[in-house]
């Protein structure tokens, strides 16, 4: 498996509440991502970055903001949840493109 | 406006068969064409891919087949076991983004 923790990996929060998910990568990958799956959606990108301090929105970007002030962590921001952003949330990281990892899911519901 | 439409949503089969699963995108700036496979709980793996210069490749009892004229491909499954029970995701690529499709689920039943 791909060097890559997710931090939390379940979290219950309240509408309006600010929440953070952690990515963590081990692989000192250029890229890496964050992804939102809901049912009949397939994967949707959030936001992703290419490197250190340099990001660029997704397909869905509204709602969250991210950071990577280190090649190993990328953080997801909610800055104030909300119901349609239960879903659950992957990490990714890539060096060539060609293959991209996936990490094993952050499971939010905002209630 | 989708630009990938995957198809069928969902594929039961019995062990032994060749589940058949397509794919149909609109950017003709996708340059490579993977299918990603995903177990429940779990993130999604890289199965397969190729790349727009060939019509065919095979991996063991994975095989994708690329129409560029039609902006199709799809993924065939031989003689398909139970454990390839899982959902699969064409995720074409334009850049350095990956596109999903809706994912679909496949049973293979004993």
């Known amino acids: 498996d791909a060097g890559i923790t997710q931090s939390p990996r379940h979290k219950v929060t309240e509408t309006g509440t600010p929440v953070t998910l952690r990515c963590h990568q081990t692989?000192?990958?250029?890229?890496m991502y964050w992804y939102r799956q809901d049912p009949g959606h397939g994967l949707r990108l959030i936001h992703y970055?290419?490197?250190?301090?340099?990001?660029d929105k997704g397909e869905v970007s509204d709602g969250y903001s991210v950071s990577r002030s280190k090649t190993e962590d990328f953080l997801l921001t909610l800055e104030s949840a909300t119901s349609s952003q239960t879903s659950v949330y992957f990490c990714?990281?890539?060096?060539?493109?060609?293959?991209?990892?996936f990490g094993e899911g952050s499971w939010l519901t905002v209630v | 406006q989708q630009q990938v439409k995957q198809s069928p949503q969902s594929l039961i089969v019995q062990k032994g068969g060749i589940p058949i699963i397509n794919c149909a995108y609109e950017n003709t700036a996708f340059d490579y064409f993977p299918w990603y496979q995903q177990f429940p709980g779990k993130g999604p793996a890289l199965l397969i891919a190729?790349?727009?210069?060939?019509s065919e490749k095979k991996e063991g009892r994975f095989t994708i087949s690329f129409n560029k004229s039609a902006k199709q491909f799809s993924l065939h499954i031989m003689d398909s076991q139970p454990g390839d029970s899982a959902t699969y995701f064409c995720?074409?690529?334009?850049?350095?983004?990956?596109?999903f499709g809706g994912g679909t689920r496949l049973m293979v039943k004993p």
């Open positions: 990714a990281i890539s060096e060539s493109l060609s293959t991209i990892y």
């Open positions: 190729i790349r727009p210069d060939v």
């Open positions: 995720a074409p690529l334009a850049g350095n983004m990956l596109t």
């Open positions: 692989e000192n990958h250029r890229y």
């Open positions: 970055s290419y490197g250190v301090k340099d990001t």
